[in-house]
C-alpha cells in the first residue's frame, strides 16, 4: 500500500445559514484546503465528493456543487451518495492504484431546509418501515433504550457523554452547540423528547461543507511538515433490518477497526461519528476504548452535525491534531444508515 | 446599465427563501416480489407471519434474503409459520406529537421493536398505550387489526399492551374470496417539506429580476460573465465578486420544438420552441421559451428580447419568455463558441 | 493502467422491461447478482466488497438505498459504497470497483447498477421542479435536441443520420432477449413516420424507460486466471467531469470526453479506435448521439460522425460495430444503462454475447456511458488477452 496523508482540511458549520446556497457554502472551505495543502487546485489528481438529493429535495446535488470546485480543464471526479468520510475512501483507493498522487475531497449539505429526521425514514425498507414514518431520531431511541436496558445504563450515562460534547465544543470555532458551564444536572432538567433521549442527546440540525486534500508519500512530505498518515481504514455494513440486528452493540464497527489495524495503535485521540450520545457508549465499546483516549475533542457531531461532512470532519479533526504536534496517532469513525448500520474506521498516525 | 463593486466578503442582509414540496404525484408504485407480498397478504387475512430460516431461527417480518447468509428465502414452503397471538416489547421510544400525512396514528404513541410470539427477530410497529409510563421492555403486547385491510403494513392499526393473564384477541382471519390474487404492490404517496435558501448569487440575480434587470458576476479574470448563475465562475470554482447588468435581449444558440403536452405545468400549448439563449453582456446561456412568432420561423442565431410579465417578482415568472426583436440574425461565428 | 491487473469474470443482468412488476428493488438487483456470480463460479461467500450504483434516489424513494440493499447483494460484515454521478454511474460503478481490485485492497468484487424507473416516472424524476432554478419545460429530450439541432447544423449531417441510428440500434435489440424494446418491423420509414417529440427528434429517436439491473464480478489476475469462464481484461479506465456551464463551454463536443478518450487510450495503447476495437458499447440515449460521440471518442474527424454511420461503419455487420447489444435506445434503466454498455463490451471480448456477438480481430472494445449536461464521462477499454 501507498502511504496516503491528510494534508489540509477545512469546514464550515452553522445552525441554519440563510445567506449562502449549498456552492458559496462549497467554495470557502475547498478554497481553504487546498490553499492550506500547497498543491495547485490544477494539480490535484482526483476529486470525490459526498452529498444527498433528499436534503436539498431535489436530484443532481453534487453536479450544481461542482460548481464551486474548478473543475476545469475537465477533472478526474466522481460522487458518492454517502457522507463524504466514504468519498475520501473512493479517493484513497484511487490514490493507491498509482493513478493519481492527490485528491481533493469535499462533502456538503444544509440539513435546515427540510426535516433531516423525516427525510432519513426514507433510508429504511419501504415496504415494512419507511410506511410507518419513523424518524431517525425514534430509531436512534429505540437502539438507546435497547442499550441502556442491556447494559444497565440509565440517563445519567448518556448526559455525561452530553456535557463534555458540549464543554468540548467550546473549544471548537464550529460548534453550533456549546456550553462550558453544562453540567449533568443540567442536561438531565432537561426535558426527555423521545424516551430516552433529550435534546442534548440529539445532534443539532447543522449547515455546512467540509474539504480534505490526500497527498501521497513524498508529495505530502514537501507539503506538509507533519502529515497525518492513513495506517488503516475500513468500512463495514450490517443487515438492515433493526429488528435482526444486535442494536446493544456496532458489530461492524468492530469489524472495520480490527480489519484497519487498531490492535496496533494505542490511540491519543478519537473522533466519533456519533449523532447521539448513546451512539459514542456504543462505538467506544466496540472499539474497546480504555477510558484514556481522548473522546471528541472537537465536542463531536453532538457539537456540530453538517450532515454528509460529518464523517469526514472526524477524520480531519484528528488529522488536525497530528499535524498540529498535539497527537501522535488517532482513530476516526465515520457511520451511515439507521441506528449505524454502516461504519467505517481510519486510523492515521505521525510520521 | 451600470456595475457595483463589493468586497468579497459583501454579504445580502436578505437572501429568498421559498417553500418546496416534493412528492411524486400519487406515490411510488412498488411491486414487492413474492416474499414480501406474501407477509403483506397474510396481513390482509388477518395472519402475522415468520418464516424459519437455516439456522433455526423465525424471522418476521420475512425479508427477501437471510440477513446472515444473503440466502435467498423461497415464498413457498413449510418454513413459513404464523406467529402470535401476542408479542413482547423489545425497545421502545414516545411519540408525542403524530404527523399528519406520515404517522397512521392520530394520538401519541410508541414505537416499538416487538418479538411476536414464535418469532426471533423483532418487528418495528406502533404501541397504542396511551402514556410513555404505561410501556416498558418486556411488556406483552397484541396486534389491533383493522378491519378492513389492504395488505400493507398499516393493516395492524397498532399493537396494545394485554393485562396480566389477559388473552389477546383472536387475530381476525378470513378466507380470500375466490379468484382473489395475493398482494403484489403497495403505493408509497409522500410529501416532504423544504424551505429553501437561493444564497447570495441567486437572490441577487432574482432580485433584479423583479426589477427588470437581469444581474450576472463576473468571473475573477475579469472577463467571463455568468447570468444567473450560483455564484461563482464554473472554470475556477472562484467566487464572481462583481456585479454586471446583463442586456434582456440576445441570441438563440440553438433550440427544439417541443411537441409533448403536460411535460411541464409551466409549459404553454404545443406546439412551442424552447431555446438557449446568449445575452448580450454574458458568457453563458440558459434555457428560455420562444414566443412572438410561428415555431417554424424560430432559427439558430435569430435575436431575441425578453417579454417581462406585467407584474414583476423575485422569481424566474418575471421573464414570460422571449421574442424576435426584428433586427438581422446574428453571425454563426458570433455564437459558435457558446454551443 | 495503474494497478494490478483486474478482470470481468462474471456478468448478469435482468431482462429490461417498461415494468418489472414481479420482483421487489432487491429482487430486481439480485437477479442480476446470481446471474454474474453464477458466471464467475462464486457464491455470495467469495466476494470481498460490494459497489453499487444508480441515478437520483428520487426515482424509487429510497435514500442511500446500499442500506435496504446491503442484505440483498450479500454484502453483511462487508465493505458497501453507492456511486451516483448521474447518467455516467452505472460506468462510473464500474470503474470505482474496478479500482478496489486494481489497488490490491481486495480480490473480489462484486459491483451491481440498477434503475427501477415503473416505481416513479423518469421525467418527473429528472426534472424535479426546483425553486430558483429556471424550470426545464421541455423534458430531457428538451435539453438534449437543440445540442442535436446545434452538431446538425455545424457537421451538415443531414436529417435521417438519426433514423438510420434509431432502426439499427433496434434491429439489434432483436437479437438480444435481454433488450427492452423488441420492434421487429422497424425499418426508416417508421421511424420518420413517429411522432415528431422534440423537433428535430422523434419517438422513435428516442431512448424507452426500463426496469433494469447489470452486475459485474472483478477479479484480480489470480482470481481471473481461475475463473470458469473466459475474463475479460481491462486495459484501461478513465472518468472525467467538467461544469455543467461556462464561458467557451462546447456542449456538443466536450471536451470532458475528448480527454476522458485521450487518457483512455493513452492507457490501453490505443492510436487508431476505429481499426482497433472490435465493438463498442456506447451510451446512446438519443439516436444522434451516436455520431455525436464517434467524434468526440476519437473514431473520425470533427464533423464526420455522420458519415460513418450512413456508411454502416457501425452496423453489426460494418467495421467498426456500435452498440450491437441495442444499445440504450433498446434498454434504458438510467442508472444501469452505462454498467450495461461496460458489461456488454467485456461479454463481446469475452465470446459471450450470444446471437449479438461481433466478430473478434484484435480482441478489445470500448465501454463509455455520460451524464449531466453531456458533463460527466466514464470509459473502459476491455480486452481478450492480458494488457
Redo the contacts between chains.
Keep these: 500500500m501507498r502511504d496516503v496523508a491528510v494534508v489540509s482540511f477545512a469546514y464550515s458549520a452553522v445552525a441554519k445559514?440563510?445567506?449562502?446556497?449549498?456552492?458559496?457554502m462549497i467554495?470557502p472551505v475547498?478554497?481553504e484546503a487546498v490553499a492550506v495543502s500547497g498543491i495547485p487546485?490544477e494539480d490535484l489528481g482526483f476529486v470525490c465528493s459526498g452529498s444527498l438529493d433528499?436534503l436539498?429535495?431535489?436530484p443532481f446535488a453534487f453536479v450544481?456543487g461542482?460548481?464551486?470546485?474548478?473543475?476545469?480543464p475537465p477533472k478526474r471526479e466522481s460522487h458518492v451518495e454517502m457522507d463524504a468520510a466514504w468519498a475520501l475512501y473512493e479517493a484513497w483507493v484511487a490514490i493507491q492504484t498509482g493513478e493519481v498522487d492527490s485528491a481533493l475531497v469535499y462533502g456538503f449539505g444544509?440539513s435546515?431546509?427540510?426535516?433531516l429526521h423525516?427525510?432519513m425514514t426514507l433510508q429504511t425498507?419501504?415496504?415494512?418501515?419507511?410506511?410507518?414514518?419513523?424518524s431517525m431520531v425514534?430509531?436512534a431511541?429505540?437502539?438507546?433504550?435497547?442499550y441502556l436496558?442491556a447494559a444497565g445504563f440509565d440517563e445519567t450515562n448518556l448526559a455525561e457523554v452530553a456535557v463534555r460534547s458540549q464543554r468540548n465544543g467550546t473549544s471548537n470555532a464550529h460548534a453550533v452547540r456549546a456550553a462550558g458551564d453544562a453540567t449533568i444536572d443540567s442536561v438531565l432538567a432537561e426535558p426527555v423528547?423521545?424516551?430516552?433521549?433529550r435534546d442534548a442527546d440529539i445532534a443539532p440540525i447543522t449547515d455546512g461543507a467540509a474539504a480534505i486534500v490526500l497527498a501521497a508519500g513524498d508529495l505530502a512530505r514537501s507539503v506538509c511538515a507533519r502529515p497525518a498518515w492513513i495506517r488503516g481504514i475500513e468500512h463495514r455494513i450490517e443487515?438492515?433490518?433493526?429488528?435482526?440486528r444486535d442494536?446493544t452493540r456496532s458489530e461492524s464497527t468492530e469489524l472495520a477497526a480490527r480489519a484497519a489495524g487498531i490492535d496496533e495503535f494505542p490511540l491519543d485521540v478519537v473522533e466519533l461519528h456519533a449523532q447521539f450520545s448513546h451512539e459514542e457508549l456504543i462505538l467506544a465499546d466496540a472499539l474497546r476504548l480504555d477510558g484514556e483516549t481522548d473522546i471528541n475533542p472537537s465536542g463531536g457531531p453532538l457539537a456540530a452535525n453538517p450532515v454528509m461532512s460529518t464523517g469526514l470532519i472526524r477524520i480531519g479533526e484528528v488529522a488536525r491534531r497530528i499535524t498540529a504536534g498535539e497527537a501522535e496517532r488517532g482513530l476516526a469513525h465515520a457511520s451511515s444508515g439507521p441506528c449505524l448500520q454502516q461504519n467505517l474506521v481510519c486510523i492515521l498516525e505521525a510520521e | 446599465m451600470g456595475t457595483t463593486r463589493h468586497d468579497e466578503g459583501f454579504?445580502?442582509a436578505e437572501?429568498?427563501?421559498?417553500h418546496?414540496q416534493?412528492e411524486?404525484?400519487g406515490g411510488?408504485?412498488?411491486?414487492?416480489?413474492p416474499?414480501?407480498g406474501r407477509?403483506?397478504t397474510g396481513l390482509r387475512d388477518g395472519e402475522l407471519l415468520g418464516v424459519r430460516l437455516s439456522d433455526g431461527r423465525v424471522?418476521?417480518?420475512p425479508?427477501?434474503?437471510?440477513?446472515?447468509?444473503?440466502a435467498?428465502v423461497a415464498s413457498e414452503g413449510d418454513h413459513w409459520v404464523t406467529l402470535g397471538p401476542a408479542g413482547r416489547v423489545?425497545?421502545?421510544?414516545?411519540?408525542?406529537e403524530p404527523?399528519p400525512g406520515?404517522?397512521?396514528l392520530t394520538k401519541p404513541f410508541a414505537?416499538?421493536?416487538i418479538?411476536p410470539d414464535g418469532a426471533d427477530?423483532?418487528?418495528?410497529?406502533?404501541v397504542d398505550c396511551g402514556s410513555?409510563d404505561a410501556i416498558t421492555?418486556g411488556l406483552r403486547v397484541a396486534p389491533r387489526w383493522r378491519a378492513e385491510r389492504a395488505g400493507?403494513?398499516?393493516d395492524i392499526e397498532a399493537w396494545e399492551p394485554l393485562g396480566d393473564g389477559e388473552e389477546p384477541h383472536p387475530a381476525p382471519l378470513r378466507v380470500p374470496e375466490e379468484g382473489e390474487q395475493p398482494v403484489?404492490?403497495?403505493v408509497?404517496a409522500?410529501t416532504?417539506?423544504?424551505?429553501?435558501?437561493?444564497?447570495?448569487?441567486?437572490s441577487q440575480y432574482?432580485f433584479g429580476l423583479a426589477e427588470g434587470r437581469i444581474i450576472g458576476g463576473k468571473?475573477p479574470n475579469g472577463?467571463?460573465v455568468?447570468a444567473?448563475?450560483?455564484?461563482?465562475?464554473?472554470?475556477?470554482?472562484?467566487?464572481t465578486t462583481i456585479e454586471v447588468d446583463v442586456q434582456d435581449s440576445g441570441v438563440v444558440?440553438?433550440?427544439?420544438?417541443?411537441?409533448?403536452p403536460g411535460?411541464?405545468?409551466?409549459?404553454p400549448e404545443i406546439?412551442f420552441a424552447?431555446?438557449?439563449i446568449l445575452l448580450d453582456g454574458a458568457?453563458?446561456?440558459?434555457?428560455?421559451?420562444i414566443r412572438g412568432v410561428p415555431v417554424d420561423d424560430v432559427r439558430?442565431g435569430m435575436r431575441v428580447k425578453a417579454k417581462w410579465a406585467d407584474e414583476l417578482k423575485a422569481?424566474?415568472t418575471s421573464i414570460l419568455w422571449w421574442e424576435p426583436t426584428g433586427e438581422p440574425d446574428a453571425d454563426?461565428a458570433s455564437y459558435?463558441?457558446?454551443? | 493502467m495503474a494497478g494490478n491487473r483486474v478482470a470481468v469474470i462474471g456478468v448478469g443482468q435482468t431482462a429490461h422491461r417498461t415494468?418489472?412488476?414481479?420482483?421487489?428493488?432487491?429482487?430486481l438487483v439480485?437477479e442480476a447478482a446470481v446471474e454474474a456470480l453464477e458466471d464467475a463460479g462464486m457464491t455470495?461467500s467469495d466476494i470481498d466488497a460490494v459497489v453499487i450504483g444508480k441515478a437520483p434516489d428520487?426515482f424509487?424513494?429510497v435514500a442511500m438505498p446500499e442500506l435496504y440493499l446491503a442484505?440483498?447483494?450479500?454484502a453483511?460484515g462487508k465493505p458497501m459504497m453507492r456511486v451516483h454521478t448521474a447518467g455516467s454511474v452505472g460506468g462510473s460503478t464500474s470503474i470505482v470497483a474496478a479500482k478496489l481490485v486494481a489497488a490490491g485492497v481486495h480480490e473480489r468484487v462484486l459491483t451491481v447498477a440498477y434503475e427501477k424507473q415503473?416505481?416513479?416516472?423518469a421525467?418527473?424524476g429528472l426534472?424535479?421542479?426546483?425553486?430558483?432554478q429556471?424550470?426545464?419545460?421541455?423534458?430531457a429530450?428538451?435539453?438534449f435536441?437543440?445540442?442535436?439541432?446545434?452538431y446538425m447544423?455545424?457537421s451538415g449531417a443531414p436529417r435521417h443520420i438519426g433514423h438510420l441510428v434509431a432502426v439499427k440500434d433496434r434491429r439489434a435489440a432483436l437479437r438480444n432477449p435481454k433488450a427492452h424494446l423488441h420492434l421487429p418491423d422497424i425499418d426508416l420509414k417508421t421511424v420518420e413516420e413517429s411522432?415528431?417529440?422534440?423537433?428535430?427528434?422523434r419517438y422513435l429517436d428516442v431512448c424507452p424507460s426500463s426496469d433494469g439491473a447489470m452486475a459485474l464480478v472483478l477479479g484480480s489476475e489470480q482470481v481471473a486466471d481461475a475463473a470458469p469462464n473466459p475474463p475479460a481484461w481491462i486495459h484501461g479506465m478513465a472518468m472525467r467531469s467538467e461544469?455543467?456551464?461556462?464561458?467557451?463551454?462546447?456542449?456538443?463536443n466536450p471536451q470532458a470526453g475528448r480527454d476522458c478518450a485521450k487518457d483512455l487510450y493513452a492507457q490501453a495503447g490505443i492510436s487508431n479506435p476505429r481499426e482497433e476495437f472490435d465493438a463498442a458499447e456506447v451510451y446512446v440515449p438519443f439516436s444522434w448521439y451516436e455520431p455525436m460521440w464517434l467524434e468526440n471518442l476519437g473514431f473520425c474527424a470533427e464533423g464526420d460522425g455522420w458519415k460513418l454511420t450512413e456508411a454502416g461503419a457501425t452496423a453489426p455487420d460494418g467495421d467498426i460495430p456500435w452498440n450491437p447489444s441495442g444499445g440504450v435506445l433498446s434498454s434504458n434503466p438510467i442508472g444501469a444503462s452505462g454498467m450495461v454498455r461496460f458489461g456488454e463490451a467485456a461479454q463481446q471480448v469475452r465470446g459471450r454475447a450470444g446471437d449479438y456477438q461481433v466478430e473478434l480481430k484484435t480482441g478489445k472494445a470500448l465501454g463509455q456511458a455520460y451524464g449531466g449536461g453531456s458533463q460527466f464521462f466514464s470509459m473502459w477499454v476491455v480486452g481478450r488477452d492480458k494488457p
Design positions: 445559514d440563510v445567506l449562502h446556497n449549498e456552492v458559496e467554495v475547498v478554497r487546485r433528499y436539498q429535495g431535489g450544481m461542482l460548481d464551486g470546485v474548478g473543475a476545469w444544509k435546515s431546509t427540510g426535516d423525516e427525510i425498507d419501504p415496504y415494512y418501515v419507511a410506511p410507518l414514518w419513523p425514534d430509531m431511541a429505540l437502539q438507546a433504550t435497547a436496558d423528547t423521545h424516551h430516552p433521549l443487515a438492515h433490518g433493526l429488528g435482526v442494536l | 454579504v445580502l437572501t429568498i427563501t421559498v418546496h416534493l411524486y404525484p411510488y408504485t412498488r411491486s414487492t416480489g416474499v414480501v407477509f403483506l424471522l418476521v417480518p425479508t427477501e434474503y437471510d440477513p446472515t447468509t444473503s435467498e423489545q425497545s421502545w421510544t414516545w411519540v408525542a404527523r406520515k404517522h397512521a414505537f416499538a421493536l418479538r427477530t423483532a418487528l418495528l410497529h406502533m410513555p421492555v400493507h403494513i398499516t403484489t404492490g403497495i408509497s409522500f416532504l417539506e423544504y424551505e429553501l435558501n437561493a444564497g447570495q448569487a441567486v432574482l468571473a472577463t467571463d455568468y444567473a448563475s450560483r455564484g461563482t465562475d464554473p472554470k475556477t470554482g472562484e467566487p444558440t440553438t433550440f427544439c420544438i417541443v411537441n409533448i411535460l411541464s405545468e409551466l409549459a406546439p424552447s431555446a438557449q458568457d453563458n446561456t440558459f434555457f428560455g421559451l439558430m422569481d424566474h454563426y459558435k463558441d457558446y454551443l | 415494468a418489472r412488476k414481479d420482483v421487489s428493488m432487491a429482487g439480485r455470495w428520487m424509487e424513494g442484505d440483498a447483494l450479500g453483511v415503473s416505481e416513479s416516472n421525467t418527473w426534472s424535479v421542479p426546483m425553486p430558483f429556471a424550470p426545464l419545460v421541455a423534458g429530450g428538451g435539453y435536441a437543440p445540442l442535436i439541432r446545434a447544423y455545424r411522432f415528431l417529440l422534440w423537433d428535430p427528434l461544469p455543467t456551464m461556462f464561458a467557451g463551454r462546447d456542449q456538443v
